[in-house]
């Protein structure tokens, strides 16, 4: 009987654990691994979602969009967008970043542009794509000013030629972007200890030895974290492109993501929409995987 | 106590089970998804389906109402799905994926069977010789001028001929005051510009995109207005930022007196004149080729009205369809829609009330309905692929006979 019930008592420290926890795998399990593994199995599938009875398609889909030059096309336009909106707002949200945390700044000056400086944050993708759609329209207000300073002697189409319709997409979610670097980056200025500035002081250092020496390597554990979480969700924006270019013109501005949405609600290939959205899944999963072995690392 | 009550609640509960099912077996709900509701004023579409209902005791109707993109992927949905509403409003775009799913069904029979007169229907959507959607409302897509712009440009006499309309757009064109001759929104965000402002062009000379069924972009017609829209673009008369274009910012543009002309839909007439009372704006129908004297196409788009192949109450499905159909009831709803009637004797009242509605009005009634991208399979993608070969035409990579022959390539790999 004392036996028994040391059994009984184990098992229920055994199982209490994942009683615990099953509210929140079954919530990840249907609202996560249920539509990922549904959408890997139509990417086998000839006619998914649209006929009751898809037949196996094999690895058809794969071949069929790795054989499509607008497929690779966009995956380049997919690495630029994002390298270069990476690269720009960790830069852009350094030097704000320092701006706002140095003392030389006048503090109500300093509080007036931590307020203008955010501001981009906080506007939905589907505002910002309106402001920049307007702000850089042929007869718009960025065209207007250049020419004024003569800096361009007559208007540029920018979202309209495929010249640079894919960086001024690049421009505006870099302009979008950077809020989330500058205040990740504040906020990790504001914890470098003091002691580390004063004794390169009476070392002599100078402000850019100071800023290479101790401000960067400080900060390097956010840049790296805060960076691979921007590759992965600049990866996938959608709304800004979809509302400046749709893609276009021609297939300048075409990402992944806009590629496969195409592919879905325009052709109607939810088999072959299906294959895209799993390469976008593997190449967020390597991220991913990435970012979760250096925070291991830590 | 307890004794007494219960068994007073158990009949209480019969009583209400046995009503409802008795209501259950006599009426037959048919669900009716569309997107017109959320289009037309509140409560106006429910009431007409009261009218029904009152008009056919035994049948009510739930609509099942949306926005426009919503509807279209719940009934894409709902085909793959065997999901599909009784009745489902239709954009012919659609039909012909529906119809590969057989998911519509062939309203041949029932009219047939119900002595149904086919002559007073504008239109019958036929995929596979399958009559798979009626145009309950048509909207369709004149030439807008801005009389001001013209008048001021010295243009007495509004275009007729390509040519005329070339030689208007260039008066009314002046690049520093930012003012065009035409707008053509080619964004690929909503590849529609391909059917309303480029297509239309060769449906308005009674020409076709079409040749036994198959596309046929090579031949003389796509390639003559492929290469008039370019002739416009070379000349400087089309406003600038073609290729992210909306349909909403080409209507902007016309509001604000920025370009002379459009092709616009005439659902948008009051809206213009929301936007901008004080415009002066007459409407003509699209130019044709020059020396072409026959009945013009009329680029539309349409409300269609379908019966699900997997519905139970087909029947009174099709009942509700003739109801939708009929001359009155047609007449009021185009009314409310400010659109044409799908039945056509039905004389919507806006035609005899507003000068701009009656002159469309007149013009439709001398031409016909074109629009060859209903019935297409995956329209929309056909429209992306056009559009992708004539902005690449527009930017100087391709000729027209290039630009056509790449859109042939294409669209024939879909069909």
Known sequence: ?298 | MMFRIKPAMLKMAAAAWLLGATSAMADTTLEFTQWWEPELPAGSLRKIMDEFEAANPGIKVTLVSGPYATTRDQISVGAATGTLSDIVGLDGAWVNNLNAQNALADMNPMMDASGFDKSQVADIVKVDGKAVMFPVASFVYPVFVNLDLAAQAGVTKLPSTRAEFLEAAKKMTHADKNQYGWVLPLSLQTPSGVQNDMMSWVWASGQSMMADGKPALEGKPVVDMLTFVKSLNDAGTISPGIATKTEQEKVEEFVNNRVGMMIDSLAHVNLIRERNPKLNFDLIPVPVVDGYTGKRGLPYASWGIGISAGSKHQEEAWKLVQYLMSEKVNAKLVSLANAFPGNVNAKPDFVTSDKAFGKAFEIFKTGYLANEFTGLPVAEDLMTQFDVQAQKMLAGEQSPEQAAAAAQKGWMAKF
């Open chain 1, 1 to 298: 009987m004392t036996r028994q019930k040391r059994s009984h008592h184990r098992l229920k420290r055994a199982v209490a654990p994942y009683l615990y926890l099953s509210p929140s795998l079954v919530i990840i399990g249907l609202l996560m691994l249920l539509p990922m593994v549904t959408v890997i199995g139509y990417s086998f599938q000839n006619s998914a979602v649209l006929r009751r009875d898809p037949s196996f398609a094999g690895l058809k889909h794969y071949q069929a969009i790795f054989n499509d030059p607008v497929f690779w096309a966009s995956l380049w336009h997919t690495l630029y967008f994002t390298c270069m909106s990476v690269i720009f707002h960790m830069t852009i949200g350094m030097v704000f970043a320092l701006m706002l945390n140095s003392d030389r700044i006048n503090p109500t000056l300093r509080n007036v542009l931590r307020v203008l400086y955010i501001l981009p944050w906080l506007f939905t993708a589907v505002i910002i794509a309106v402001i920049w759609r307007l702000l850089l329209e042929p007869n718009g207000v960025v065209n207007s000013v250049l020419m004024q300073i003569g800096v361009i002697g007559s208007k540029v189409e920018w979202f309209s030629s495929p010249e640079t319709a894919l960086h001024a997409v690049t421009f505006a979610n870099i302009w979008a972007g950077y809020p989330l670097f500058m205040v990740s980056l504040l906020a990790g200025l504001q914890g470098i200890p003091k002691d580390f500035y004063e004794a390169a002081d009476i070392d002599g250092a100078k402000a850019y030895q100071k800023l290479i020496f101790i401000t960067i390597p400080q900060l390097m554990p956010i840049i790296i974290s805060i960076s691979l979480l921007d590759f992965i969700w600049t990866m996938q924006v959608f709304p800004l492109i979809w509302i400046t270019t749709g893609g276009g013109p021609i297939y300048s501005t075409e990402v992944l993501s806009t590629y496969t949405y195409k592919l879905a609600f325009s052709s109607y290939n939810l088999s072959q929409a299906s294959a895209s959205a799993v390469v976008i899944l593997l190449i967020s999963l390597g991220l991913t995987l990435f970012y979760i072995r250096y925070q291991k690392a830590r």
